[in-house]
């Protein structure tokens, strides 16, 4: 089956700074990926769609502005949370859409915790 | 617009009874159900999933869910518990993208699933 690595696993930055996590499909060409964002012990929220070669599709109610997202191949995708606040410290998670019939592989997600 | 509802956000059953987890949808499209399992800081491992076809869906860890369309149902079960299901579960719809690109997922809020030795 498809394979996802997202880096790192766990984060921890100060406030204000910029923190980049990255979504790898190892071994499957993904035009699209998508960005997930689970707080504690609540479900996981859509924030926007990765789209390999043009601009990112965000949920409403996303920052485009402070969550920079780039597909710069068929197979990264990277997340930027920018100027981040303790209120971004949340766990990421990364999915790829992987062949026919509708099937999702998840990345292992990113724990962000912003001091 | 796509949503699901799970009814109970815990769920505690003994080691060997059954495990019943409920999920309601709604869906404007034909729906595709998902459910997937979360261990602690984990991401989303697939159990199962209905598209097409066959209603009783069989899928990993002796997990079955029915889709149920007059009840809008997809309710996940597993005859038997393990110490091993102890885990979130969620249950998921599929969305259907605005821009023409591939579908995401919409979610429902989670099950703990907790089990009893």
């Known amino acids: 089956g498809a394979v996802v690595s997202q880096h790192p696993s766990r984060v921890i930055c100060k406030s204000g700074t910029s923190v980049k996590i990255e979504c790898r499909s190892l071994d499957f060409q993904a035009t699209t990926m998508f960005w997930y964002r689970q707080f504690p012990k609540q479900s996981l929220m859509l924030m926007a769609t990765s789209n390999e070669g043009s601009k990112a599709t965000y949920e409403q109610g996303v920052e485009k502005d402070k969550f920079l997202i780039n597909h710069a191949s068929l197979t990264l995708s990277t997340l930027t949370v920018t100027s981040a606040h303790p209120e971004d410290s949340s766990f990421y998670i990364c999915?790829?859409?992987?062949?026919?019939?509708?099937?999702?592989?998840f990345g292992s997600g990113t724990r962000l915790t912003v001091v | 617009a796509q949503s699901v509802t799970q009814l109970g956000s815990h769920v505690s059953v003994s080691e060997g009874a059954l495990v019943l987890l409920r999920c309601n949808y709604s869906?404007?499209?034909?729906?595709?159900l998902f459910w997937y399992v979360q261990y602690p800081n984990q991401g989303l491992q697939l159990l199962l999933k209905?598209?097409?076809?066959?209603?009783l869906v069989k899928g990993i860890n002796g997990f079955e869910a029915e889709f149920k369309k007059s009840e809008t149902s997809f309710h996940l079960t597993k005859p038997s518990a393990h110490m091993s299901d102890a885990a979130e579960y969620f249950c998921a719809v599929r969305n259907p993208s605005s821009g023409g690109g591939a579908d995401g997922l919409t979610f429902g809020k989670g099950t703990h699933l907790i089990i009893q030795p």
């Open positions: 209905y598209t097409t076809g066959a209603t």
């Open positions: 999915s790829v859409p992987t062949g026919a019939n509708y099937g999702y592989t």
């Open positions: 869906s404007s499209v034909p729906p595709y």
